[in-house]
C-alpha cells in the first residue's frame, strides 16, 4: 500500500513542534474590547450592530461572506445594504446579478422566493464610483459654485479623485458616513478590498486630516496667502529653474497647479475635517463590529492576525474570525480506516474478497490496486482536516478563548446564489460552524501523520 505523505501544515513545511500557546494579553495586551458573544453565537452582529465591516486577505472568499451576512440579515427582518469598495466585482455574481454600479440597487424578493425563501426584510447591494463620490462632496462643501468649478478642472483633484493611493479608501468611508446618516438601513455591511488596502480603509480618515494640517500644504499656500497672487509669481521666479525641470517631468505646471487646488480646497478644509472625525467615531462605535475573514492557509491566517492586533490597537470593535474553506474532518475516521485496512490486509493474504461479484473487466488486481488509492485519498483528506484544525486552533490560542471563530467547509463548488449564501449561513450563524474536535489518529497499520 502507498505511504502517505508526512502530516505538513499549510505553508509547506513539515510540523516538528506543536503550536505555541500565545495568550491574549502577550498578544494585544489586556483591556482590549471584544464583542462579548456566549457560546460563540454571532446572531447578536445582525440584531444589534448597525454596521459590519468583512476585511481579509485576497482570495479567502470576503466578498461572498459579506453578501451571505446581508442575505441572513435580510431573511430576518431587516433592512440591509452590501457596500464593496472591491474593485473585483464579485458581489454582483455572489447574488445572481451581472453587474451592479453606484447606486443602491434592491434584490428582488422573486431571487429568495425562486429557492424558497421569504425574506421579511430587504436587500440592496452598491458598488463604489470613487469618483462620482468625491465629486458628490466637493458639491456639498463648496462654498459657491465658483469654487466648485475651479476645483472640478484642476488636473491635481482630477489626479487625487480618480488615481491617488488612499482616495479610494477615503471615498469608500465618505460612502459609508452618508448612508450611515440617512438611516435608510438597518444594516449596512462593508465588504473591503484585501487586508493591506483594508489598513489604509481604517486610517483614511486620520490620514487626510493629517493632511490638510501637515507641514507642506502649509507651506505650499503660505506665500498665496501672505503676498496674494501676484506676490506669489514673483516667489516663483526665484525657483523657477527647479519646478520649470519638475514641469518637464511630470507635463502639468506642478507647483502653480497644487497651489490653485488647495487654495481653492482651503474653504472646504473644515468640513473635511469635521466629516474625518465623525468616520473615526463610527469605526469605534458600539453600532459597528468587524469580521475577519481568512482561510486555513497560513499566509491569509497570517493577514488576519496582523488586522487583529491592528484592531485592538486602534481600539475598534472586533466582533469574529470567519474562516472558510476548512476541510472536515471525519467524525468516524478511524473505524472506516480500519475497515478498509482490514480488507486490504484480507485481499493480499486470502486474494481479493469479492473477486467473484466483479464485472469481466475488472480484474481482482485492479480492484485491489482502485482500494488502496482510495485509503489514500482518504488518508489525505485526513491529513488535510487535521491541518485545518490545526491552524484553527492557533488562531483560537493567539486571540484569546473569547475570541469568536467559526469555520465554513470547503463547497465543491463556487457560490453564486443566494441559495449556496444560505448554505454557508448555515455554518456562520447556525450550530454547523462550531469549531470541531481533532480526529482520531488513525491505528497502527497506517498513517497519516
Known amino acids: 500500500m502507498p505511504t502517505p505523505p508526512r502530516l505538513r501544515d499549510r505553508g509547506g513545511e513539515r510540523r516538528r513542534h506543536p503550536p505555541e500557546r500565545v495568550t491574549r494579553e502577550r498578544v494585544v495586551g489586556k483591556g482590549t474590547r471584544i464583542d462579548a458573544m456566549p457560546e460563540e453565537k454571532i446572531d447578536r452582529l445582525i440584531e444589534e450592530k448597525k454596521i459590519v465591516i468583512c476585511a481579509g486577505s485576497g482570495g479567502v472568499g470576503k466578498t461572498t461572506t459579506s453578501a451571505a451576512v446581508g442575505v441572513e440579515a435580510a431573511i430576518r427582518g431587516k433592512r440591509v445594504l ?4 472591491d474593485p473585483a466585482r464579485r458581489l454582483a455574481n455572489s447574488l445572481g446579478l451581472s453587474e451592479i454600479g453606484n447606486e443602491e440597487t434592491p434584490i428582488p424578493a422573486e431571487r429568495f422566493e425562486a429557492v424558497g425563501i421569504a425574506p ?7 458598488m463604489l464610483d470613487m469618483k462620482r463620490t468625491f465629486d458628490h462632496l466637493i458639491e456639498q462643501f463648496a462654498p459657491n459654485a465658483e469654487v466648485r468649478e475651479k476645483i472640478f478642472a484642476n488636473d491635481v483633484y482630477q489626479y487625487i479623485s480618480g488615481a491617488l493611493h488612499g482616495s479610494h479608501e477615503y471615498m469608500a468611508m465618505e460612502k459609508l458616513y452618508e448612508i450611515h446618516a440617512r438611516k435608510d438601513y438597518d444594516l449596512l455591511v462593508l465588504d473591503t478590498p484585501p487586508t493591506r488596502h483594508a489598513l489604509d480603509f481604517l486610517e483614511a480618515p486620520k490620514r487626510l486630516t493629517d493632511f490638510l494640517e501637515g507641514r507642506v500644504v502649509q507651506w505650499i499656500l503660505r506665500p498665496y496667502l501672505a503676498a496674494g ?3 506669489f509669481k514673483i516667489f516663483q521666479k526665484g525657483t523657477a529653474k527647479l519646478f520649470g525641470i519638475l514641469e518637464n517631468v511630470t507635463g502639468v505646471q506642478l507647483l502653480q497647479d497644487v497651489a490653485e487646488f488647495l487654495l481653492s480646497f482651503r474653504d472646504l478644509f473644515d468640513g473635511f475635517k469635521e466629516r474625518a472625525e465623525a468616520v473615526d467615531g463610527i469605526l469605534r462605535g458600539e453600532e459597528t463590529t468587524f469580521l475577519l475573514i481568512t482561510s486555513p492557509q497560513r499566509a491569509a491566517l497570517a493577514e488576519a492576525r496582523f488586522f487583529y492586533k491592528r484592531l485592538v490597537a486602534s481600539d475598534m470593535p472586533f466582533g469574529a474570525f470567519i474562516v472558510n474553506r476548512v476541510h472536515p474532518p471525519c467524525a468516524n475516521f478511524s473505524e472506516i480506516y480500519m475497515r478498509i485496512t482490514d480488507f486490504l490486509t484480507t485481499a493480499r493474504e486470502n486474494g481479493m474478497p469479492l473477486a467473484h461479484r466483479l464485472p469481466p473487466s475488472i480484474s481482482p488486481q485492479c480492484f485491489q490496486t482502485l482500494i488502496e488509492k482510495t485509503l489514500f485519498s482518504f488518508e489525505q483528506s485526513y491529513n488535510l482536516a487535521t491541518i485545518d484544525l490545526e491552524m ?12 469568536v471563530v467559526r469555520t465554513v467547509p470547503i463547497f465543491d463548488a463556487d457560490v453564486h446564489d443566494i441559495r449556496g449564501l444560505t448554505e454557508i449561513n448555515r455554518f456562520i450563524f447556525g450550530e454547523g460552524g462550531e469549531s470541531s474536535p481533532s480526529p482520531q489518529v488513525p491505528p497502527a497499520g497506517g498513517s497519516a501523520g
Open 82 to 85: 452590501v457596500l464593496t469598495i
Open 120 to 126: 421579511k426584510g430587504e436587500l440592496s447591494i452598491m
Open 392 to 403: 484553527i486552533e492557533e488562531l483560537r490560542n493567539f486571540a484569546g478563548r473569547e475570541a
Open 229 to 231: 497672487r501676484k506676490g
